[in-house]
């Protein structure tokens, strides 16, 4: 779904007084943080989208070598999970535009992050929405995975 389509969704649901919440990441090499990120920001709401980085913009914040998987297949992944209503690819470093397009009521965030270290929280707050910290405690990482995979098959 691109960021036009989804926010004219979201404004419908709103009519409909559905509370929206709104996760994001990059999600390259989905792993079980990823998922109890997802489960838990799906229960702050009626319904989710997820905010998904474009290949370009994993290069950037992730590194050479990154993205591992490409975005179709990073989306398809992810509307395969049962918390996960929509699907959103955006270009940007920060979901910023995704958050003014869709005007979340909670726009969640995984415990790597303090509610007053997300980037989008002021965008979140201007649109009266609220940063929620959920999922379980920041020991899985896709980087970690990567680091295991390549010290036991060399």
Do not use: Q
């Not at 919440?21 to 229960?43: I, P, Q, T």
């Not at 290069?59 to 591992?68: E, F, H, N, Y």
């Not at 955006?90 to 958050?99: I, K, N, R, S």
Request: with cysteine; hydrophobic share 45%.
């Amino acid at each position: 779904m691109n960021i036009a389509d989804a926010a004219a969704l979201a404004e419908r649901l709103r009519a409909e007084r559905k509370r929206i919440v709104l996760a994001n990441g990059c999600f390259d090499l989905l792993h079980v943080g990823h998922v109890r990120y997802l489960e838990a920001a799906r229960r702050l709401g009626d319904v989710l989208f997820v905010g998904v980085n474009d290949d370009a913009a994993v290069a950037r914040l992730k590194g050479p070598g990154r993205p591992l998987m490409p975005v179709g297949e990073r989306v398809e992944i992810l509307r395969a999970l049962r918390a996960v209503d929509h699907v959103v690819v955006f270009a940007e470093d920060t979901a910023d535009g995704l958050v003014a397009a869709l005007r979340p009521h909670v726009h969640a965030k995984g415990t790597d992050y303090a509610p007053d270290a997300v980037p989008e929280a002021a965008s979140v707050r201007a649109h009266g929405g609220r940063v929620a910290v959920v999922g379980d405690p920041k020991d899985h990482s896709t980087r970690d995975l990567i680091a295991r995979v390549l010290e036991r098959f060399r």
